[in-house]
């Protein structure tokens, strides 16, 4: 079956001369490599595809921290435009190459910039783990039950990041599967000096599996005077720090 689907996948490629094959998700047309192009359901993450569009303007700077196959990282390229900028991490190799080749089939890799470090709460290297799963979703610097092999990563935050790029950021999408903690604490000065707004995915059983708590989440975001709004109302303490399942809010300043 796999020689099957592979034969398939490489005629399909030759069919549409190498320039992938197009989806509407949410309204936005994008190109996928033939092999991955029904990753995403057409109405994948609405609530992702409003808030960029509700947040981005023409020349913003967009940090797309688990950047998986693109997918975002080209919604805002297109958003913020030629003269903006996207930077979308993606420490996993085989992940980073799809990813690399969706930016060019939709034409803004002068827009997006594909990068390898993970982001986290400090500057080094440190242990990534890869589920062996091809484009998982769940790749991450947390060990899971899901984790099979190891590989390391250069470590960068988004504070480092932006001084040393000498950013002004706009916006900020996290999802890095139970590391949340450690990425909102190395963008401190990036929340409190330049007021971004971020679009953040919370995974509670990674999040505890890293030692870390939704209450300590919510302590940063306290800090950091950030509203936290889920599918267009904010919510508070007792809501945000109950949540067992997966779920995404934004982080808006006050």
Known sequence: MNLVKTLAYQT????????????????????????????????????????????????????????????????????????????TFEPTPFTRNVLQQVVDLNGCSEVVEVRGEAVSSAVGTATFFDTGDEISNANSLVKTSRSKTEIEVP????????????????????????????????????????????????????????GHSLEEIWQVLTDYKLNVVFEGQMVDKDWFCTRSDLFDVNLLPF
């Open 12 to 87: 399909l490629d030759a069919v549409t001369l190498g320039r992938g094959v197009r989806r509407e998700i949410n309204g936005k047309r994008i190109r996928f490599p033939a092999r991955w192009s029904r990753y995403y359901e057409a109405d994948y993450e609405p609530e992702t595809f409003k808030f960029f569009r509700d947040n981005l303007n023409p020349g913003d700077t967009v940090l797309d921290i688990g950047g998986h196959i693109g997918l975002f990282a080209v919604v805002t390229a297109d958003l913020v435009g030629p003269q903006g900028k996207v930077f």
């Open 155 to 210: 470590l960068t935050t988004v504070d480092a990041f932006a001084a040393e790029r000498d950013l002004r950021v706009n916006c900020i999408k996290i999802d890095v599967e139970g590391a949340e903690l450690d990425v909102l604490k190395g963008a401190r000065n990036t929340f409190l000096d330049q007021r971004s707004r971020a679009r953040l995915g919370l995974h509670p059983s990674f999040i505890a599996q890293n």
